[in-house]
């Protein structure tokens, strides 16, 4: 499929989560309406989020696009990616969802072992940014919000000991909320997470499939992907970089596509996305047809630290950083990554 469809990685990542992963479910047409905001971590999680909701009986909707003039009613200089998750927001409230999920994440699902991390302490914090996010746009959209009667839905989620352990969090809000039966709660919370986990596996297998492929080519080379998947891995906000190295005859890869399972970091690294990149940094550094790029965005307070200890774990090997917003120029970015392939031919 991936062959058939020629997409990058990042584009058949994507292409996953909101269309094989979300599929179609017929519902009744006088079905309560659930908005999804297409922003952070919904670009990994969507297939929960979705399909949670869908088996219960909503009509599930999801941003198509950020509105400029959402983009506009930002309170705060955020960095681009929060930017867009207002623009996606007006997107979402013009739908007239009669609810808007957006659950207060604190904490990610990571993979493998954290040596000398305690999960109970907290070494696995999603950006804080995103933490806000619905208090942040429930305050910028108040008025919208209360035209429109949409009530949101901010459940507190910390998903460090793994997503299974959030199935009450899910299952209380679907009995409270909507007076749905336990039974039938805990049934779609885990068909849902399924999907969820059928998501992830895919990844990895073609992942897999495609560092096969490049072994077997030992004259060419891949390059990693690295970022947040709402800022690496999606169109809307990578500015189509997956594609500008593709077109040039180079493999493209998500840095969560690989298998890091087993490695090791600093322990003092409390981000989640922290502990995957870097855990993911230490695959790429030891394969020798593997090169990373690092996107990354303005006024990213972790990430201010993260490239640079991203950069040293890479022990040598060139790497790319591009720092991205709403006015990074196309030229600039090709002219970067021409010449970041121009060294890594003759390293």
């Not at 690295?226 to 005859?249: C, D």
């Not at 790319?320 to 990554?337: F, Y």
Request: proline share 4%.
């Amino acid at each position: 499929k991936y062959d058939e469809d020629k997409l990058d990685m990042v584009s058949y990542r994507e292409k996953l989560i909101f269309e094989k992963y979300a599929p179609n479910y017929e519902v009744k047409n006088d079905a309560k309406v659930v908005g999804i905001n297409r922003s952070f971590y919904t670009n990994t999680y969507y297939p929960l989020y979705y399909n949670f909701f869908s088996k219960l009986g909503f009509k599930v909707v999801v941003s198509d696009h950020s509105e400029k003039e959402g983009e506009e009613s930002a309170l705060g200089p955020f960095c681009y990616p929060m930017i867009l998750a207002h623009g996606f927001f007006l997107n979402l409230l013009n739908k007239k969802p009669d609810y808007i999920f957006m659950p207060h994440l604190v904490q990610l699902e990571t993979e493998g072992y954290c040596e000398g991390c305690k999960e109970e302490i907290g070494y696995r914090k999603s950006c804080v940014f995103n933490q806000g996010e619905p208090f942040s746009l429930k305050t910028a959209f108040k008025s919208q919000l209360e035209e429109n009667n949409i009530e949101m839905l901010i459940p507190l989620l910390d998903f460090s000991r793994g997503i299974d352990f959030d199935e009450d969090v899910f299952v209380n809000l679907a009995v409270k909320k909507f007076g749905v039966s336990k039974e039938s709660a805990t049934i779609a919370f885990k068909e849902a997470l399924a999907k969820q986990r059928e998501f992830f596996a895919e990844m990895k297998e073609l992942g897999r499939k495609m560092l096969k492929d490049l072994e077997e080519n030992p004259d060419k080379i891949g390059v990693v992907l690295f970022g947040r998947p709402y800022n690496a891995f999606t169109e809307k906000a990578n500015l189509g970089i997956p594609r500008k190295f593709t077109s040039r005859g180079v493999e493209i890869f998500t840095y969560d596509a690989l298998d890091f399972e087993s490695e090791t970091f600093e322990h003092f690294m409390h981000w989640a996305m922290g502990e995957t990149i870097l855990k993911a940094t230490h695959v790429v550094a030891k394969h020798p047809q593997l090169f990373g790029a690092f996107i990354t965005n303005f006024s990213c307070g972790p990430d201010s630290f993260l490239v640079d200890l991203y950069r040293e774990d890479m022990e040598g090997k060139p790497t790319l950083t591009l720092e991205l917003d709403s006015h990074s120029a196309d030229a600039g970015v090709n002219t970067r990554i021409e010449a970041f392939l121009d060294v890594v031919r003759f390293y």
